[in-house]
């Protein structure tokens, strides 16, 4: 076959020897033929023409040698050079060659994209008004994502392909993909050819650029924006003012009503920031006033009805209150309140929007605060007394009721008891301190003062005490008798499932039998076990915490990361586990009620014992050394 087209072409010389009789077709009568190749460092790459393909291309009208200029006959000898672009297209070149994709392919980092990466081959480019060109404005997102949708081939330019994803569910995209011929394609934001990055002053996405090159399709919107604070702003210098994009994002652009990702969300972004108060003197109490209020709090349930900050102040036109076109100005409150409460009045708008406790700032305002302070000095007083007087009430009866409960079996002997206030008092002390470091906005916090360091401390040193309470009981129940025989009582039992079942089957009235507990009801048991789970998870994860520098030397710093989430979910399940199970069974049981004196004495009812543990004694008879009653 190659010598059938060596010698076609040497026909084709000797009937066209010079390169001004040459046309198309000369050419095709060899490069129509799809097995012809040419070596190219070592590897044969194909020069077939498909005709089919060349005639309604942009190059179709073409002669062949109008891009091959350096071809003058057959065969080519030596072969010829790289077709140049700029030959015919010099001011797209010279745009490319500003571009971030010249720079990647000169540098030889990344894989930069050229003209043929976006345009397709030369001799199959369709003009950009054919629907299924690669330059098509519907195929654009397309032709681009073949780099910028690969996360490999980003990754290798430092670059990540998420933009590309973000844009398909852009409303941009959703609306390319559904047909629009007006949206927004990548091109329209970061140019053709002269593609450059975001920090350079000549790019259409570089901050001061962004307005502008929105308005090319948002031309009204971009007009009240630049009459707005905002683009006042801008338009000064100023970094820090926001752009369409800080609003509504940069690729992920949602839709204005989208309370999570839409522009309406947007606002806190900037105004809950002390900056804006420190540097240009915006007050910065604006997001929390209108979380506390209603609409604030109608909002964080849900409701698209309340007023956001968009509501008052505008989306675009934002306008200072002095300015007599602002939605905010006196003169326009009472039309602007009016578009969600029919009706209102002027009187309706005499009053602070953003007010936030404390606030001295005018009249109204200073009663609002005094009535807040009298009050909440009335219910400090009232309630106390009311706790006070409740307390001393209970607590002379729960005396009276303990005094009266007749004979009484000991539970705890000292030991188990001091124990048991240490390890209390310092879960207390941890629970407070953990959620104050956790929380630090929180009532817990409020306890400590400000310092987060007084926290840390008590927190640590409760930590501590608690650790070394843990060590001492472990040894306790190994080491001595009393501590084994609690050890043997509190072991798990394949029966304690059986009692289990057999409670709820009694308290749902499925069955007439109570269950019998030996000296340790399941209950307790699972209280017990858990609760020295809890320590060990604690301790340890803890300790990773408070060492984190010394641990990170010996495994990946992310451990570090694993152990605080452990630890901070393994607390409020020891503190939720301590309220709803352990309080209970000691203190709103109607049996025990108003309180398990257990832990101070050590003494039940003998009758309360009997009742609840009819099978103690079986537990623990013929055990070396244990009497046959429970002591």
């Given amino acids: 076959m190659r010598t059938l087209i060596l010698a076609t072409a040497l026909l084709l010389a000797a009937a066209v020897p010079a390169r001004s009789q040459t046309s198309n077709a000369d050419c095709l009568a060899c490069h129509d033929n799809q097995e012809l190749t040419k070596d ?18 942009v190059h179709g009208p073409l002669d062949c040698i109008n891009c091959h200029v350096d071809i003058k006959g057959y065969p080519h000898d030596p072969a010829p050079k790289a077709v140049d672009c700029a030959s015919c297209h010099p001011d797209s070149v010279a745009a490319w060659d500003t571009s971030l994709h010249a720079k990647a392919v000169k540098s030889g980092i990344a894989r930069g994209a050229r003209c043929t990466d976006c345009h397709g081959p030369a001799h199959e480019i369709l003009p950009s008004s054919d629907p299924k060109s690669k330059t098509a404005h519907g195929s654009i997102p397309a032709t681009c994502s073949a780099c910028h949708g690969q996360k490999f081939v980003m990754e290798k330019a430092g670059l990540s392909a998420q933009s590309a994803i973000s844009y398909e569910m852009s409303v941009h995209g959703r609306a390319v993909a559904n047909g629009s011929a007006k949206a927004a394609v990548c091109t329209d934001c970061h140019d053709h050819h002269a593609v450059r990055p975001a920090n350079d002053p000549l790019s259409g996405i570089f901050k001061f650029n962004v307005a502008r090159t929105c308005g090319k399709c948002h031309a009204a919107i971009a007009g009240q924006y630049a009459e707005s604070v905002h683009g006042k702003s801008m338009a ?18 949602s839709r204005a009503a989208d309370q999570l990702r839409g522009p309406r969300s947007s606002c806190a972004h900037c ?24 609409h604030g709090l109608a909002r964080r349930m849900g409701s698209t009805l309340a007023a956001d900050c968009s509501s008052c102040h505008g989306a675009h036109d934002i306008l200072p209150s002095s300015n007599p076109r602002s939605a905010i100005n006196p003169r326009n409150l ?26 001295v700032s005018d009249m109204p305002s200073q009663i609002v605060t005094w009535i807040r302070r009298i009050y909440i000095t009335l219910i400090i007083l009232t309630i106390g007394f009311m706790l006070l007087h409740n307390i001393l009430i209970w607590w002379k009866k729960a005396l009276t009721a303990r005094l009266s409960r007749g004979p009484t079996v000991e539970r705890m002997n000292l030991n188990q008891r001091i124990q048991h206030a240490v390890m209390g008092l310092s879960f207390v002390v941890l629970v407070i301190s953990g959620f104050a470091l956790a929380w630090p ?15 840390r401390m008590v927190h640590r040193v409760a930590a501590v005490v608690m650790i070394a309470i843990g060590l001492y009981h472990m040894a306790y129940m190994v080491f001595t ?9 509190l072991w798990v039992r394949f029966s304690d499932a059986r009692d ?56 990946p710093r992310w ?37 398990n004196w257990a832990w101070l004495d050590g003494k039940m009812s003998k009758e309360q014992f009997e009742e609840e543990h009819p099978r103690a004694d079986e537990v623990t008879q013929g055990e070396p050394g244990v009497e046959g009653k429970d002591r």
């Fill in 271 to 294: 105004h809950e920031v002390v900056r804006l108060s420190q540097e240009f003197g915006v007050p910065g109490t604006r997001v929390a006033s209108y979380e506390s209020s209603y």
């Fill in 559 to 595: 451990w570090i990361d694993v152990a605080t989430t452990v630890h901070y979910y393994e607390a409020i399940l020891a503190t939720l586990a301590i309220l709803v199970w352990h309080f209970y069974h000691v203190i709103f049981d109607p049996d025990v009620y108003p309180m």
């Fill in 441 to 455: 906005d929180s009532m817990f916090a409020a306890i400590f003062g400000p310092s987060e360091q007084v926290r």
């Fill in 334 to 359: 009472q039309k602007t309140c009016g578009q969600c409460h029919k009706g209102a009045q002027a009187n309706f708008t005499h009053g602070k929007i953003h007010r936030l406790p404390g606030d």
């Fill in 40 to 57: 190219v460092g070592g590897k044969a790459v194909s020069v077939h023409v498909d005709p089919k393909k060349l005639a309604p291309s």
């Fill in 236 to 253: 000064r210098g100023n970094w820090n003012a926001p752009v369409c994009t800080d609003c509504h994002g940069i690729h992920t652009i």
């Fill in 500 to 555: 289990a079942t057999g409670v709820i089957r009694y308290y749902i009235g499925a069955s007439k039998e109570k269950p019998q507990f030996g000296r340790f009801s399941y209950a307790e048991k699972v209280e017990y076990w858990a609760g020295m789970w809890g320590t060990v998870v604690m301790a340890l994860t803890g300790l990773m915490i408070w060492y984190s520098v010394a641990v990170a030397t010996w495994i």
């Fill in 481 to 489: 008798r009393e501590g084994r025989r609690g050890l043997r009582d």
